[in-house]
Nanobody
Framework: QVQLVESGGGLVQAGGSLRLSCAAS????????MGWFRQAPGKEREFVAA????????RYADSVKGRFTISRDNAKNTVYLQMNSLKPEDTAVYFC????????????????????WGQGTQVTVSS
């Protein structure tokens, strides 16, 4: 199985940047689809970004396109989410997730697609 641990969250001013990291363990990590989701208090968990195992195929929520970038370094078993031009509405707990499939499917935006989850890291963007 896979263990995921997020880090890099914090408090930033609107317009600033953060880089989230997700450290993973598991012998087949390099073949897994990886995703980022976020959840604000009282809200449903929502899709942010996803990447195929090779990193060549990515998907983004409309709300973050052009601002966020998902990347991965399989040699380090680490997935990143670079967040630029942050807005107060980006405030949420951000979760890293893994799907055993190496391929992105039509369900990539659905949290139920992902079997493994990290504990989450808080991102707060102030005005």
């Amino acid at each position: 199985q896979v263990q995921l641990v997020e880090s890099g969250g914090g408090l930033v001013q609107a317009g600033g940047s953060l880089r989230l990291s997700c450290a993973a363990s598991g012998r087949t990590f390099s073949t897994y689809v990886m995703g980022w989701f976020r959840q604000a208090p009282g809200k449903e968990r929502e899709f942010v970004a996803a990447s195929s195992f090779g990193g060549g195929s990515t998907r983004y929520a409309d709300s973050v396109k052009g601002r966020f970038t998902i990347s991965r370094d399989n040699a380090k078993n680490t997935v990143y989410l670079q967040m630029n031009s942050l807005k107060p509405e980006d405030t949420a707990v951000y979760f890293c997730a893994a799907d055993r499939s190496p391929y992105l499917t039509g369900g990539y935006y659905n949290p139920s697609t992902f079997e493994y989850w990290g504990q989450g890291t808080q991102v707060t963007v102030s005005s």
